[in-house]
Structures are given as C-alpha cells and as structure tokens.
C-alpha cells in the first residue's frame, strides 16, 4: 500500500539555532515547507532577525527545497512594525505566547488586554495569530482555563485568523467548532500517547512536552477529529528537539522530537483506521485553505513498509532522541 | 519554639535491602518505629523471610532502638499461614498490592474475589490489611476507581482494621469518613506537592511516586485533614529510596527518598499553621490508639533552626538524593 502526499507541511516547528539547527533541520526536509515558531534566546521579535534566521535554515537546509513560513514573537508591535513584516519575505505570522509559559517564553505577554490595538490592527491586515494557550494553572487544566481566552479573542475580532496550537483536549475541539475563525493544529504525539504515557508507569522524559498530554478521551477525541478530516484541524509537529543530556536529566526540559518520523507514523494510524483519504488534507489541504498558502511543488510517497527509528540523531556535536527510538514504524517514506 | 514527640511513628516505610537497606536504614533512627514494607525482590512472603529481614533491618540499625512492625506481602494466606504469621515476633499485617500497580509489586492480587476467605480469617483474627489503593486504570484516576474496593471491603468485613495506604485525593478522605474501619496513612509529599510540581514546569523525577501528586484541591484536603488532628489519619512516609542513577535516567523510578527529613519538615509545617498540638497524634499517637500499639519509648524533640538538607546521602557505594535536596528546611531535630 502507497500514498503520495501533496506538499507535506508541518504547521508547527521549533528548528532551534546553531548545530541543533544544523542537526534538525535537514530532518524535516520530508515536508514541503513548515511555520518555524520563533522561540529562540533571545525570543525571534523583528523581521531583520527573521530574515537572518530564516537565511541560517536555508543554509541548514542545504539543497533540500523548503518554505519557510516565518513567525515573529508577539509583543504588541504597532502598525509601522506590522506593516514592515508583512511586506518582509517568508514571514507568515505572529505567535503569542503568555508569559512563561513553556520553553524560552519568558518575554510573552502577561495581559491580553494590552495588545488590542495590535490584534486590530493584525485583523485588518489580514496576519494571522499563532497562540500558545494555556493558562498558568495547574498543569492540566492550563489548556481548558485558556479556552475563555480564545473565545474572547474569536468575538473580539472576528475577521483575525486564529490557530490554537497544539490543542491538547477535546474541550480545545468543541471551541473550535464553534468559531469559523478559529483553527488549530495538533501534534503527532497527542494523537497517541495521554499522560500515562509519561508518567503512569516509569517516568518518560522523552514524552514529557508542554501543553502536557491529557486524559485518553482527550487523546481519543483529537485522533477521531483528524481522522474524520476536521477541515480547520492541521497537522503542526511542534517537534521540539533538546540535547539528550538534557532530556535526560533532572529537570527535564519540555519537548518531544518527532520531525524525521511523523509522516511514516501519521500514514501507519490513518492506514490503521481506515481513513489514509483523510492525510492529505490533515497535512497540507487544510492550511493550504485556510492560509492561502502555495508551498513549493513537493511528492512525498509513504508506504507499508517498516522504517527503523535510530536511537538518537548525532551530528554536530548535538545528539537528539526521537519518540520511538529504536523501535519500528510499519510506514516509511519511499526514496 | 520546640516540640517534644513521643515515640514518633512512620506507618509506611521502604527501607529496601542490601547496601541500600545499610545506608537508609540508620536515616529513619529518629523515629521511634516504622511499618516496613515487603515489596523486595522477591517480596516477603512468609514468617521466615520476614524474621530474617527483621534482623538485616536490626544489625543496619546498629545500636539505634527502633520498633519493626514487619509486613508480609498478600498472597491469600491459608489459616495455617495466617496463624503462622500472626505468632512470629515483629510481624504487623499483611500489604495488599494490587498486581502490578508499584515498585516490586508483579506478584499482587488480580482479582480481590479470589481473597475473601483470607480476608475473613484475618477479620477474625485481627490482623490489619494495609492496602496499596489503586487501580489499573489513568494515572490520575487510579486512586479514585479504586475507592470502591475500599468501600467493598469496609462493609463486607466491618471488623477488618484496613488501611488506606499512601492516599492522595480528597475523595479518599471523604471515604475514610464513611467507614469507622477505615484507616489511612498520608505522606509528607502528598501534603506538599501537586502534579504542577513533578511535570508543571521541568521534570521532577524526585518527586515522582505512585500515586502520582494531585490536584491542588486534593492537597488542600489532605493538608487539611492531618492539620487538624483527623483521627483516623496517621504520617507514613512512604519514603521511597531508588539509586540516584536510577531517579535521574528515563523510565524513573518512583518514590520520594524523605525518612531524614520528614519529622523536621512536618514540625516547620504544622508551625506555620498554628498546627504543632496535633504533630503528636499525626505521627504516633492516631496509629497507637488504632492499631493498640506499644512503640518502644523515645522522645525526639524538634526545633526551629533550619536544618541543611544534603544534596544527597552516600554510603555503602548507593547514593539517594532526598526530597528538599540542598535546601534548608526552617526546623530540626535537636540533638
């Protein structure tokens, strides 16, 4: 059994700087392009900066072809700072953090209220807003005690395109389903593993992420909307690599490693399910709609045939350890 | 400020075995006595091995008086092997596992059923059931699901003395209120940490135990419960020492290392709320009136000057790091 995908993207990728970008960035090169999320030290805030980070992932990407939809930090710019990312190339949207939240947010905004004229203003220039939501409460409830936030946001500005990122809860679905303006993206893993998963049996950093996996009919409700085809839920890896060493030690840091390996596994569940006509929108249909996008031209075939997961991915001095390292999938990319 | 404890007790205590058992052991010497627990590899199963266990305890205790109320690992005893262990010195209940649900603890009971006889004999012959209360199913949810079995058990043997072991939800002490042959034992982690604190920020592999922390409101509970002197709630740590190379790799293990530092931060604890007239009967006096207890005579007094929390104890070439390492904890023990 094959599937030939259209454009692969993935609508949520943390790509880092420096060797890990050298060491990660070459391992998405599966998809045709992805929105690179700006959460660098310091934070990506100003379209110089991305520009000059988008040109060192071209350089890391090699030869591959990519589309790079750049992000910027949201901290409240004003119209002279919107207008002049939005005429600089490759970028595509502001993400919004809430401060502290997850890894290198601290610079997020505290207060929604204070950014109002610049989601305005975002409105009627038609750029969207990417969205980190989850509250500061307890771990897991963060995602539903940020829903009110989204809604406010999705009355507040009707015409302002807004993805929540990687939803982590069925509650996160039913608000979608109530605002056409809202959209979201969820992750491979979320799709497969609850908290359990992490901390149930032995504790497993390497599924430790932020927002946290949930309860299995969270799990269960995101599988069934990406299989059922949701026309506003798209597939965003939010593959975060870390160093090894620090995945596996004490204070661990938030993130799962999925890039080389969530096509293959994507195929193998919607193959599993009976729903493999339903990939290619989860994948790429649905953004390329909902944004307007034109990605690069780029097949990319799956097929039932096993692929090895390595251990870890070494290179540049930076070691990374993937979900399922050392396992198998059933799917693998055909070369 | 000082108080003077009287015979201090910890009611759940794992002191393993081996160099680990000989660097442990001597940290819980301030306590007066402890329920040891059996889940060694192989568990304690029969009078014998306990007495012999009883004695590598004894000789890791050096020349510090302590009480063993020794366990034995439920298998649906026969009456000849009830009787058996009931007139072996130091022996004190049987712990019931659940198949598979802890540390050590594959060889459980799967299906409560099959144990009633055992459990009748041991309501007539009063011997305590201490009970590891979680079921098979979400992590967070394990505890609650298992309250029915609690509440089975209560009415179908009205004089069994059963205890709780290591509860973590409010609505364990809700049961506990239900039932006057319900008892529960509570540990210093669970009046302390949630969730957020084992995966809300970085990962916090020491402090991660089964049953995982809960919710705030179910610390709250608990905090509550054993501050306000509930009678039928006892302190039993349930510390919990794995070698530090075992806490700080993927797949963790669980448990919370606290025997060294348990009395000093309770006393801070009930201190700050006003609580210390109830220390007395939280960590000896409650256990003594329902178990009819005779611990040998010890006062251990506790002070507020800090005390320096290691960053980890050695010896005997293991090493286990504490909860609170490198800390102060604002009480002591006054030597």
Same mark, same amino acid.
């Given at each position: 059994?094959?599937?030939?995908?259209?454009?692969?993207?993935? +609508?949520?990728? =943390?790509?880092?700087?420096?060797?890990?970008?050298?060491?990660?960035?070459?391992? $998405?090169?599966?998809?045709?392009?992805?929105?690179? +999320?700006?959460?660098?030290?310091?934070?990506? @805030?100003?379209?110089?900066?991305?520009?000059?980070?988008?040109?060192?992932?071209?350089?890391?990407?090699?030869?591959?072809?990519? $589309?790079?939809?750049?992000?910027?930090?949201?901290?409240?710019?004003?119209?002279?700072?919107?207008?002049?990312?939005?005429?600089?190339? $490759?970028?595509?949207? #502001?993400?919004? #953090?809430?401060?502290?939240?997850?890894?290198?947010?601290? &610079?997020?905004?505290?207060?929604?209220?204070?950014?109002?004229? @610049?989601?305005?203003? /975002?409105?009627? /220039?038609?750029?969207? *807003?990417?969205?980190?939501?989850?509250? =500061?409460?307890?771990?897991?409830? !963060?995602?539903?005690?940020?829903?009110?936030?989204?809604?406010? *946001?999705?009355?507040?500005?009707?015409?302002? !395109?807004?993805?929540?990122?990687?939803? @982590?809860?069925?509650?996160?679905?039913? %608000?979608?389903?109530?605002?056409?303006?809202?959209?979201?993206?969820?992750?491979?893993?979320?799709?497969?593993?609850?908290?359990?998963?992490?901390?149930?049996?032995?504790?497993?950093?390497?599924?430790?992420?932020?927002?946290?996996?949930?309860?299995?009919?969270?799990?269960?409700?995101?599988?069934?909307?990406? *299989?059922?085809? =949701?026309?506003?839920? /798209?597939?965003?890896?939010?593959?975060?690599?870390?160093? !090894?060493?620090?995945?596996?030690?004490?204070?661990?840091?938030?993130?799962?490693?999925?890039?080389?390996?969530?096509?293959?596994?994507?195929?193998?569940?919607?193959?599993?399910?009976?729903?493999?006509?339903? %990939?290619?929108?989860?994948?790429? &249909?649905?953004? !390329?709609?909902? #944004?307007? %996008?034109?990605?690069?031209?780029?097949?990319?075939?799956?097929?039932?045939?096993?692929?090895?997961?390595?251990?870890?991915?070494?290179? #540049?001095?930076?070691?990374?350890?993937? /979900?399922?390292?050392?396992?198998?999938?059933?799917?693998?990319?055909?070369?």
């Amino acid at each position: 059994m094959e599937i030939t995908l259209d454009s692969p993207l993935d +609508m949520h990728l =943390h790509l880092r700087d420096g060797d890990m970008l050298k060491l990660v960035a070459p391992l $998405s090169g599966d998809f045709a392009g992805a929105v690179i +999320m700006p959460n660098l030290v310091p934070p990506v @805030t100003e379209p110089g900066g991305m520009l000059a980070y988008n040109q060192r992932i071209r350089e890391a990407m090699g030869n591959t072809p990519f $589309s790079c939809y750049m992000t910027l930090f949201f901290t409240k710019q004003n119209e002279q700072q919107l207008a002049l990312a939005q005429s600089t190339p $490759s970028f595509f949207a #502001y993400k919004l #953090y809430p401060a502290g939240i997850t890894t290198n947010s601290e &610079g997020g905004v505290a207060r929604l209220a204070e950014a109002e004229n @610049t989601l305005k203003l /975002m409105e009627e /220039m038609g750029i969207p *807003l990417l969205v980190h939501g989850e509250s =500061h409460g307890f771990v897991m409830d !963060r995602e539903a005690e940020f829903l009110g936030v989204y809604r406010q *946001l999705a009355q507040q500005f009707p015409k302002l !395109r807004i993805c929540m990122e990687h939803i @982590t809860t069925a509650a996160a679905l039913d %608000l979608l389903d109530e605002f056409e303006n809202l959209c979201a993206t969820v992750t491979l893993q979320h799709l497969i593993i609850t908290l359990d998963d992490v901390a149930g049996g032995a504790l497993q950093p390497h599924l430790f992420c932020k927002p946290i996996a949930k309860r299995p009919g969270d799990r269960d409700a995101l599988l069934q909307a990406a *299989l059922s085809g =949701h026309p506003r839920l /798209m597939f965003g890896s939010d593959s975060a690599p870390h160093p !090894r060493c620090k995945k596996e030690a004490c204070g661990c840091a938030a993130g799962v490693f999925t890039a080389p390996l969530a096509l293959p596994k994507l195929a193998e569940i919607f193959a599993r399910h009976g729903a493999l006509c339903q %990939l290619q929108s989860f994948v790429s &249909g649905n953004a !390329r709609r909902i #944004y307007g %996008l034109t990605p690069l031209a780029k097949q990319v075939t799956l097929q039932n045939t096993p692929m090895a997961v390595p251990g870890s991915y070494r290179s #540049y001095g930076q070691q990374v350890v993937p /979900m399922y390292a050392g396992e198998h999938i059933s799917w693998s990319i055909k070369s």
